[in-house]
């Protein structure tokens, strides 16, 4: 599953903003049974792979994201500052390396 909330996501607080982000990714995970060695299911796109230019709010939304993100030790992608490429190359690229390992 590729989950991505999008840059418009809104809540009154950033503290609101993070809990709800960590309710999208809680919802949206496997609650069922889970080997041993750790799997992932869920890829995490981050706002910045698709929307290339963002302002600094919603960096800082992002910012909490990934705060969210790391408590559930899931892998996502986030958009380097500088890269250019458009999400329709950078996804698949990132897909290949993380099949790589």
């Keep these: ?35 041993a060695q750790p799997d992932w299911d869920c890829l995490v796109l981050l706002p910045s792979v698709v929307e290339r230019r963002m302002g600094p709010d919603k960096r800082l ?4 994201a990934l705060d969210a993100i790391g408590g559930q030790d899931l ?6 500052s500088g890269e250019r490429r458009s999400a329709q190359v950078l ?3 990132w897909v290949d390396t993380l099949l790589a390992h």
């Design 1 to 35: 599953m590729v989950l991505a909330v999008p840059s418009t996501a809104q809540a009154p607080t950033a503290g609101e903003f993070f809990h709800s982000y960590y309710w999208i990714m809680n919802w949206s995970l496997s609650n069922g049974y889970r080997p």
């Design 61 to 64: 939304l992002e910012e909490g």
């Design 91 to 93: 996804f698949p690229a």
């Design 75 to 80: 892998p996502w992608l986030r958009r380097q």
